[in-house]
Structure formats: C-alpha cells, structure tokens
C-alpha cells in the first residue's frame, strides 16, 4: 500500500487523518481507493473524470504531471501527498 499525505483542508473528509494507507497500482488506482472510502474526496479532487486542474498531486517529490498523470505507477513504499491550490487574498 502507499501512503497519502492529507493537506489540512482535506482532513475534515477522512476524518482528520494526516496520512492514510491507500492500494493502487497507478496513481489513479490510489486516488479512486480514497474516493471510495472517503466519497466527499471526489468532489475536493477529481472534476470530470479526471484529476481537477486545481489540485496538485506529487510523487516521490514529482508533480505526476510531468510524469504519466493518473497513470503514473506507485510502488507499496510509494509516499503520493495531494495539495490543492489554495485561493483568496487581495
């Protein structure tokens, strides 16, 4: 399993967890293992189908898309930390 680092404005949809164990052979696989656990994550993460254009995922320090996207393969010792934009100020 992988391990997937919450960012504190998405704890509240897992319960306050700082990082889960999550199974997937891509990371897509690892996303959907959390939505359907977690099915508030989908509307915070994925936007038609597909990761939304505001959220970034990295792993092993990459953003997945410079890599293979959600298609990127994640190892069992694979750390994925998902970080969605933040917005406001002046």
């Given amino acids: 399993m992988a391990l997937v680092r919450i960012p504190p404005t998405l704890r509240s949809e897992v319960g306050g967890a700082r990082e889960l164990e999550a199974s997937g052979e891509t990371v897509g696989d690892v996303i959907d293992d959390l939505v359907e656990r977690f099915p ?25 898309r410079t890599l293979d996207g959600l298609e990127t393969p994640v190892r069992e010792s694979s750390t994925v930390i998902l970080l969605p934009a933040m917005a406001g100020g002046n």
């Fill in 40 to 64: 508030p994550l989908g509307d915070q993460l994925l936007q038609n189908g597909g990761l939304a254009s505001f959220v970034n995922v990295f792993l092993g320090g990459e953003d997945v």
